[in-house]
């Protein structure tokens, strides 16, 4: 018990005092999930509302692989993207310019947007399907596009997405599996929050561990404050 | 006399069973015509190809002298727009709903317009209030309103009064009335309520199993119909 409390109260102390490792961990665990979280949305939320909206052939077959996705044990991405970029694997010996190193920030970032994606894909699906059929056809009816169409019911969803993206982003800010087999957890360079906490508890520095979790903890608490925040305003 | 819409041979299916076989139908500009008929008759599914929500299996829908298709071009659909029985609204205010369609066009400064519809449709204290907290009687009205501020050249109305109160129907009759009259609009009513029909239509049609049984001024309608069934319909028989 008493290790728990010395190292709450060291973890606070550490984020209090300005510690500079700590701070450019919190700042580079921010910024891999960040634009992470960024790119997926890009690529997710259409194709998430392509699914909800289209009806084709073979789309049980998408839901299902979308669902499974949702699922993904980080470590399972993290060993593709490990298999992907690696000397040895698919991408590694081409060496193309825009083909990610292994243990750079890039490399984390493409794990991590393998595992938010399905995700937002999932969740915007879902949401957007719940956008009654009876409003879609009142606005062709009025002379929206299908662009137009698709926007509005975005807007109708809004809620939902926004759920996406704060799945989205949880499920990417506390994986550690993906990160640290990508990104090999190097101080000063690709140390994010889960992967620091992971090293400092192995060392028994439980007081560095809990304040590192405490941080953690708290960044997802803003996060879901300011998506609770967005929600109020849509309703 | 100026045809909007013409029908020649149209049928439309759904899982292989006929629900429209229109032989011949011409629908007139500027007047209103009342389609009456039971349920499952065929209105609604007339009504969706009339907005170019669906398309013919068989047979010609043209519009303007058009034949329409999927290609039909976007600034002839948008003269087109529908009230649906059950109002679908955005969750948003009353207001932005009723901008809805001005927007879609690029007009969204046409203040004048819709403050117009909002007052004449009695929803100026409702201007700002959430659409999802209105009744279904108020909610119609926003509809109707969203409807009239894009000034459509044809107006269709399925079931639009259902369920509501006289005060809301009357309401809503009126300002088909004064679309009809002051803008030129040319309405297509659906409606189960024979009384409506007499009361609001020119010419009006029964629709029976997807076939337009009889279509007549609404006075030889009422008083002196050709077709037994459409007697019987007006004398409130059931036909099924």
Partial sequence: MQTVIDGTIEGLRLLFTGNQELWSIIFLSARVSGLALLISAVISIPLGSLLGLVYFRGKGIVQALVYTGMGLPPVVAGLAVYLLLSRKGILGPLNWPWVPELFTVEAMILAQVIIASPVVIGYTMAAVADVSQDLRVQLQSLGATRVQVTLAVLREARLGVIVALVGGFGSIISEVGAVTLVGGNIAGSTRVLTGAILLETREGNFDRAIGLGLVLLLLAFVINVGATRLQGKGR | MDILFELDEVKKAYA?????NVNNLQLRRGEILGIVGPSGAGKSTLLRLLNFL????????????QVVTPRLPLDLRREVTTVFQRPA??????EENVTYGLGLRGKRDSRADVSAAIQRMGLEELRHAAARTLSGGEAQRVALA????IHPQVLLLDEPTANLDPYNVSLIEGAVREINQREGATVILVTHNVFQARRLAKRVALLLNGQIIELAPTRDFFEAPCDERTRAFVNGEMIY
């Fill in chain 2, 89 to 94: 609204l955005l969750n948003a205010s009353v």
């Fill in chain 2, 54 to 65: 669906e398309y013919p299996d068989q047979g010609t829908l043209r519009y303007r002298g």
């Fill in chain 2, 146 to 149: 969203r409807a009239m501020v």
């Fill in chain 2, 16 to 20: 292989g069973r006929v629900v429209l």
